[in-house]
């Protein structure tokens, strides 16, 4: 891949609102080079029998069994309640 110029850099840079030197654009042009052709390494791969995939790690759930149970009962909640209208809890309004 060829080098990229410090003309690029600073158009890139320029694009992203940054101020950047000349001194910075080459040191950036020099290190982006670098990266690139390290990155470029990776088209050397044969990767003909490797399939697609979206994460380099099997992920997979582990989630319990949903099972519907006995709440807390009505007297025992409202105890811990500042304030409470006709046996629900009462918020303040969110929507005028």
């Known amino acids: 891949m060829a080098k990229l110029s410090k003309e690029e850099v600073k158009h890139v840079a320029h694009l992203a609102r940054l101020a950047i030197t000349e001194e910075e654009a080459e040191k950036f042009a020099d ?4 990266i690139t052709d390290f990155a470029e390494q990776l088209n050397e791969l044969d990767t003909t029998n ?10 997979v759930n582990v989630l319990r069994e949903d ?3 006995e709440g807390l009962p009505r007297e025992k909640v409202m105890l811990n309640v500042k304030d409470q209208e006709a046996g629900q809890i009462k918020v303040p309004s969110i929507m005028e």
């Open 67 to 69: 099972v519907a149970k």
């Open 31 to 34: 290190q982006l080079g670098k």
């Open 50 to 59: 490797v399939e697609p995939t979206s994460h380099v790690l099997p992920l």
